[in-house]
């Protein structure tokens, strides 16, 4: 029997408000989006900048170099067994102090005869871990207060902007500093006062963006079909307003390890001791005018090495993102 043409005319459907109940068909039919197709174009724009591939392979190398420096133990049972480092990184005494760089010590030895090699590769563990958590924290915390604030507007919008202002009024290592100092030293409580000090910058940030997102045409057609704020929050709103916030954490990676090697140079990042890249640093600030360079330069590189490459693959990230990039390909496809 031939199919009517006029079957399924005359009626409008408008994907991606959907009750959280719809079936199976709907909620596959509502996943292919344009905010999905942008995601696409942006990764597939992403692999074509070499330079920031060759960024986040070195990225890459090094968190596995940490990860597989020593073997990691939870609660007794070894979950990683390999050791890349040759030595133990807390271990002094394995060599005479300050020896050069040899083929047993590829980096030579510090003042206490501890291997700096070993020390390098473990440390990432310390530094690149700082970094990622601090900034996912940081995100946890400042994109649902500025997407509340942009989105909600009123006395909510006010207090949660001047609590902003107020910690914008401080500089962001002074502040830093400022509540290691009152908390102490150890890796959680700076990972908290680095937390505390950056959420304020994304929170300001996706404000902004929900301002100008709230007044799209999708959102007015979201709030007149009666979906409720926090699903028009949580699957047009945030999710269009983000791509901007991405960028910014991106880069603050490479920040917030800067700033956690700064505090440790300072001497309030970690215990002394630790083999932490800015601690190390710290140990040996004086080895230079003995002459005893590898001490603090192989540290300082591992240190520049992670901040340039998270850099350009913070670059690689606002290029893919970049909307005027997707008018450029529409007009080449025409």
């Known amino acids: 029997m031939p199919r009517n043409p006029l079957d399924g005319r005359g009626r409008l459907r408008v994907r991606g408000f959907e009750s959280d109940d719809a079936d199976g068909d709907a909620e596959a039919a509502a996943a292919t989006t344009p905010t999905t197709d942008r995601w696409r174009r942006a990764w597939t724009r992403f692999r074509r900048d070499h330079a920031a591939v060759a960024g986040l392979a070195v990225i890459a190398v090094m968190a596995l170099l940490a990860v597989f420096a020593r073997p990691i133990e939870v609660s007794g049972v070894v979950v990683q067994p390999v050791a890349l480092a040759p030595y133990d990184p807390g271990a002094s005494g394995i060599a005479p102090a300050y020896r050069p760089p040899s083929l047993a010590h590829p980096f030579g030895t510090d003042w206490a005869g501890r291997d700096v090699f070993s020390r390098v590769l473990y440390g990432g563990r310390y530094s690149l871990s700082i970094g990622v958590i601090a900034v996912s924290l940081a995100l ?6 500025g997407a509340v604030a942009g989105y909600v507007g009123g006395w909510v919008d006010e207090t949660i902007m001047r609590l902003v202002d107020v910690l914008y009024a401080f500089p962001f290592l002074v502040l830093a500093i400022a509540l290691v100092a009152v908390f102490g030293q150890g890796f959680w ?7 505390a000090v950056g959420w304020i910058g994304y929170a300001r940030l996706i404000r902004g ?40 954490a ?12 700064a505090l440790g140079f300072l001497g309030l990042g970690l215990q002394p001791g630790t083999a932490e890249w800015g601690s190390m640093l710290s140990a040996g600030r004086d080895t230079l005018v003995g002459g005893e360079w590898w001490v603090t330069v192989f540290p300082g590189l591992a240190v520049f090495l992670f901040v340039l490459s998270i850099n350009l693959v913070g670059d690689g990230v606002r290029d893919a993102l970049d909307p005027d990039a997707d008018t450029d390909t529409y007009r080449e496809a025409r």
Request: glycine share 8%; hydrophobic share 55%; proline share 5%.
């Open 250 to 261: 991106t880069l603050n990676v490479g920040t917030v390890v800067l700033s956690a090697a």
């Open 189 to 195: 409580k700076l990972v908290g006062a680095l937390v």
């Open 209 to 248: 963006e929900v301002l100008g997102v709230s007044e799209r045409d999708y959102v007015l057609a979201a709030r007149a079909l009666g979906a409720s704020d926090r699903r028009i929050l949580r699957r047009h709103v945030v999710p269009n307003a983000i791509a901007p916030v991405i960028v910014q």
């Open 140 to 145: 946890l915390v400042g994109v649902p207060l």
